[in-house]
Structure formats: structure tokens, C-alpha cells
T-cell receptor, first 112, second 113 residues
Framework: DAKTTQPPSMDCAEGRAANLPCNHS???????VYWYRQIHSQGPQYIIH???NNETNEMASLIITEDRKSSTLILPHATLRDTAVYYC?????????????FGTGTLLAVQP | DADVTQTPRNRITKTGKRIMLECSQT?????MYWYRQDPGLGLRLIYY???????NKGEISDGYSVSRQAQAKFSLSLESAIPNQTALYFC????????????FGPGTRLTVL
């Protein structure tokens, strides 16, 4: 699975959009981009995933660049409860072990 | 996620003791996983199970064993606990064959003295 690079931390004002970047320059054609988040000491929570098209669900939007070398997770109206570590994961859909490789992620701090 | 529960939530034990961590799920998923989380290392896969008869080692299975008693239950055992097994342990489940969306339990914080 390809490696991802994320900034270690970001701040965002409450009510504003939070844009979390992820670089995955070695991504392969059959690898998807997944986003999970982990609120302090809780279990990780799935947010969204995509291959090449932009995706949106009730939690967030995922924007993937045309060359697929980077992506951005957008939380449209951040709240204090969105403060968490956000993990960008790249993996083959249906990888042999099904495991998720979590890096160190981005700590998003939403400020009041 | 309340559909995946773990017991105990916290446990302090001594070196050499046997300990079991339990995971139960009401999601009806076939696939279950055990991860451990250490500061700075992210989550690492210990064992995973595709169904009751299928158990597989993950990347750090040494010192651990598992039992899949039923579709809904997946237990992790430390036969003889050692201090470097002090960590936060998570159980997860997935519905789809490929394990892409995984649902995690609240975690068990284990301290081995």
C-alpha cells in the first residue's frame, strides 16, 4: 500500500470549513483513499473513501486531484466535537490481509 | 460504536499473568480484527478472522493468541503478559469481504507492570 504524508497538526475555527490535506504521490491505479478519525482514546471512526471522483457524505467531502497524487478532506462546518486525529490511508480495495495501515495522522484542533 | 463492545475497558496486571480481552459485536459482521495502538506507532494489526473457522496472524501476533467463539465474539489472550504489551487495544469488525469500512470498539487500556 502506498505511503501517505499529512501535516502533524492543524487549527480551525468553529463553524468554518476544515481542509485536511494528504499527499500520496506513489498511489497506484487500483488504490483507494480512505479517511478515518480518532477522537482522543476512542476507537477510530470511518469517514469516507474514494478512488478518483470526488465524494461527499453526511460527514465530509473528499476531493482527489486529477493525477491522484493528493487529496483533501473537507469538514464543511467544523464543530468542537470534530477535534480529533485524522488519518489518510491508501490501500488496494480488497487487500489480501484487509488491514488498515494507520500512520500518525493530523491532529485537528477546532477552536471556539 | 455501541455495536462493538470490549471488556474490560481498563486493566492493570502483572508480568507473567494470563489475561483475556473480549470483544462482542451485534452488527452481524463476519470479519473481526484485533489492533494495538502505541504512541507514535499508529494502530498495528495483531490477528484477524474472516469467519468462525478462519483465523489469521497479523503483523505483530507473537505473544498473543485469539479465539473466535462465535460470529459475534472474538477474544484476544496474552498467555504471559510482559510490560511491552502495555498498550491500547482495539477490536474492529467489517461487513464487506474486503474490510474497507471497519467499525471499532471503544478500546481496552492494558497496563502490564
Amino acid at each position: 500500500d502506498a505511503k501517505t504524508t499529512q501535516p502533524p497538526s492543524m487549527d480551525c475555527a468553529e463553524g468554518r470549513a476544515a481542509n485536511l490535506p494528504c499527499n500520496h504521490s506513489t498511489i497506484s491505479g487500483n488504490e483507494y483513499v480512505y479517511w478515518y478519525r480518532q477522537i482522543h482514546s476512542q476507537g477510530p471512526q470511518y469517514i469516507i473513501h474514494g478512488l478518483k471522483n470526488n465524494e461527499t457524505n453526511e460527514m465530509a467531502s473528499l476531493i482527489i486531484t486529477e493525477d491522484r497524487k493528493s487529496s483533501t478532506l473537507i469538514l464543511p462546518h467544523a464543530t468542537l466535537r470534530d477535534t480529533a486525529v485524522y488519518y489518510c490511508i491508501v490501500r488496494v480495495y480488497g487487500g489480501a490481509t484487509n488491514k488498515l495501515i494507520f500512520g500518525t495522522g493530523t491532529l485537528l484542533a477546532v477552536q471556539p | 460504536d455501541a455495536d462493538v463492545t470490549q471488556t474490560p475497558r481498563n486493566r492493570i496486571t502483572k508480568t507473567g499473568k494470563r489475561i483475556m480481552l473480549e470483544c462482542s459485536q451485534t452488527k452481524g459482521h463476519d470479519r473481526m480484527y484485533w489492533y494495538r495502538q502505541d504512541p507514535g506507532l499508529g494502530l498495528r494489526l495483531i490477528y484477524y478472522s474472516f469467519d468462525v473457522k478462519d483465523i489469521n496472524k497479523g503483523e505483530i501476533s507473537d505473544g498473543y493468541s485469539v479465539s473466535r467463539q462465535a460470529q459475534a465474539k472474538f477474544s484476544l489472550s496474552l498467555e504471559s503478559a510482559i510490560p511491552n504489551q502495555t498498550a491500547l487495544y482495539f477490536c474492529a469488525t467489517s461487513e464487506d469481504r474486503d474490510g474497507n469500512e471497519q467499525f471499532f470498539g471503544p478500546g481496552t487500556r492494558l497496563t502490564v507492570l
